[in-house]
């Protein structure tokens, strides 16, 4: 199975003044969606559909936070048609952490708050099957030794007797149309947190637990 995985929000800890006037985002998402191989096609298809839709450039990325709220309910409002009833993989996975309440120990080091968050929204999902490939926007780690996260999931997972087949993948988003689309939910769940602006996320809630699973951490 396939792991595509992408963020939004920050890894600073500038909390005491307002994000994007000097201070740093009050949440950070981790989004990514479960998919086998051979139903990639449904997601491409989606996107280009989107594309048309809006009259977007092809082959150029669009990044979620480029779109507007009434865009991202109605990409949000196609997905049971246009993916779940087509797919029988697909899943989205989250995982919001309120940066406010993370501990100062967790604070020390970025890659390893990283791994440690990532981790929590992995694990669960990815023993389910014999073999997983993750997949991530090399823009996604923004520190340095960002490549860590393969050791650490490895290690994780067959340190607990968990023996599957684990590999991980850094792309240029730009490049990937599977990382646009996670790019596109990371904003989404994101936005809902960290702006109250829920247009898309109202709807993801409503999907069916085997479609959508959330984890919120220092809530």
Not at 171 to 198: C, G, P, Q, V
Request: overall charge positive.
């Amino acid at each position: 199975m396939k792991i595509y995985i992408d963020e939004s929000g920050d890894l600073g800890w500038k909390l005491d003044r307002p994000n994007r006037y000097g201070g740093s985002s009050k949440f950070i998402t981790i989004t990514g969606f479960i998919i086998s191989k051979d139903e990639e096609k449904y997601i491409s298809r989606f996107i280009s559909d989107i594309y048309k839709k809006y009259n977007l450039t092809p082959n150029v990325e669009k990044k979620g936070a480029n779109f507007i709220p009434d865009h991202s309910s109605f990409i949000t409002s196609q997905l049971t048609n246009k993916i779940i009833n087509k797919s029988s993989s697909f899943k989205i996975i989250s995982i919001t952490v309120n940066k406010s309440k993370v501990f100062d120990s967790l604070k020390k080091d970025k890659n390893i708050f990283y791994n440690y968050v990532l981790g929590l929204l992995l694990k669960p999902e990815i023993i389910k099957f014999e073999s997983a490939e993750i997949i991530l926007d090399k823009r996604t780690i923004k520190v340095s030794h960002g490549e860590s996260f393969p050791d650490y999931i490895k290690t994780e997972i067959w340190g607990n007797g968990f023996d599957m087949t684990i590999s991980c993948n850094f792309l240029e988003s730009a490049n990937n149309k599977m990382i646009w689309f996670a790019d596109w939910y990371a904003n989404f769940i994101w936005r809902h947190h960290e702006d109250k602006e829920s247009s898309s996320y109202n709807q993801i809630i409503n999907l069916p637990k085997e479609r959508f699973s959330e984890k919120r951490l220092f809530f």
